[in-house]
């Protein structure tokens, strides 16, 4: 069965790195394109970014410049680098499968000094 399991969350200083990783399992993952979602406390979950077979990518407004997604066809993995982290980058960050029901249980990322 698919499988999405996001790791790399954390409590980081506005400004800082984390890079979030996404491994997948269950599907022929080098044929799909995978997204990244976030979903802040009261907020309604958002797209940040995503990426095709080919690593095309594309990005929310409010993470481009900062956040890079990448991929490693041979790992079933999708990663998500995220710099220049501001407190409002504060969220639940989820993966999923595109236009599935298939999410990953989510990591969480807390910006904060």
């Known amino acids: 069965q698919v499988q999405l399991v996001e790791s790399g969350g954390g409590l980081v200083q506005p400004g800082g790195s984390l890079r979030l990783s996404c491994a997948a399992s269950?599907?022929?993952?080098?044929?799909?394109?995978m997204t990244w979602y976030r979903q802040a406390p009261g907020k309604q979950r958002e797209l940040v970014g995503s990426?095709?077979?080919?690593?095309?990518?594309n990005y929310a407004d409010s993470v481009k410049g900062r956040f890079t997604i990448s991929r490693d066809n041979g790992k079933s993995t999708v990663y998500l680098q995220m710099n220049s982290l501001k407190p409002e980058d504060t969220a639940e960050y989820y993966c999923?499968?595109?236009?599935?029901?298939?999410w990953g249980q989510g990591t969480q990322v807390t910006v904060s000094s």
């Open positions: 990426i095709t077979p080919r690593s095309s990518t």
């Open positions: 999923r499968l595109e236009q599935t029901d298939y």
């Open positions: 269950g599907f022929v993952f080098s044929i799909y394109t």
